[in-house]
């Protein structure tokens, strides 16, 4: 068992005072970062693009496999948005590009009774969302941050930004997308976090709410 949930809930909180104008933006218990802290289990995985596949499966009329080439022919986005990470930081106008989930939707051929994804990453990460959060017009797979490629440790070719959930569900390194009748947690929420994640209504931990330290990144790597 992942112990972060417990390392987290046992932490002192200390949360800098967000500006009046703002204040609406930033969720209960969130501090604005500048920077871009870098924050995931594991190695940062190496791809050849020339070999790297999207698999889309489960609740398919078809199991597909995207090459990155296919992804870049389809209709891409810009958007921007504020993110907000489980571990106190929240980041205001992130700026995004790539496909939105609801563009990729209708090659994919989704059986009507599937209600859940399970996001399949490297390495060895998952995370699960309904499926009717993902085809909220801010969601996507996305490939550019800040107008260039994203970095090897933010997630390049290819990650999920979810704004309105904590970003653990935004997976980084996407390797698979599987659509599902019946909700099955991830790698974080089998390890003591939220199940849906909601930052707005301070959906942290599993079972009770309880208080995570601004700390927690301030040690972390930042870009
Ligand atoms: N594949 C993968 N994606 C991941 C993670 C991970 O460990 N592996 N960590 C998640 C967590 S906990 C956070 S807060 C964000 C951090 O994204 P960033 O490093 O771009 O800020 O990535 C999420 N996506
Ligand atoms: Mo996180």
Redo the contacts with the bound molecule.
């Keep these: 068992m992942n112990k972060k949930a417990e390392r987290l809930k046992k932490a002192p909180v200390r949360v800098a005072e967000v500006a009046p104008e703002l204040a609406h933006r930033i969720p209960p218990g969130q501090t604005i970062t500048e920077r871009?802290?870098?924050?995931?289990?594991?190695d940062v995985p190496k791809y050849d693009l020339s070999t790297w596949t999207l698999r889309v499966f489960g609740e398919v009329a078809e199991e597909r496999t995207f090459t990155f080439d296919d992804l870049m022919a389809l209709p891409q986005t810009k958007q921007v948005n504020d993110i907000h990470?489980v571990?106190r930081w929240s980041k205001l106008d992130t700026e995004w590009e790539g496909i939105r989930f609801i563009d990729l939707l209708p090659l994919l051929g989704v059986h009507a009774d599937a209600k859940y994804v399970m996001i399949h990453?490297?390495e060895n990460?998952d995370t699960n969302l309904p499926l009717e959060d993902l085809l909220l017009d801010n969601v996507m797979l996305a490939h550019r941050f800040d107008g260039e490629p994203l970095t090897d440790?933010?997630?390049w070719p290819l990650r999920l930004v979810v704004p309105h959930l904590y970003?653990?569900k935004?997976?980084?390194?996407i390797r698979g997308i599987e659509f599902m009748k019946e909700d099955r947690p991830g790698f974080?929420e089998r390890n003591g976090f939220h199940n849906y994640a909601d930052p707005f209504r301070e959906q942290r931990f599993s079972g009770e709410t309880i208080d995570i330290p601004e700390d927690e990144w301030v040690h972390k790597e930042f870009d």
């Design positions: 871009f802290p870098i924050l995931h289990e594991g990470c571990t990453a490297d990460y440790k933010h997630g970003f653990w935004s997976a980084k390194w974080w």
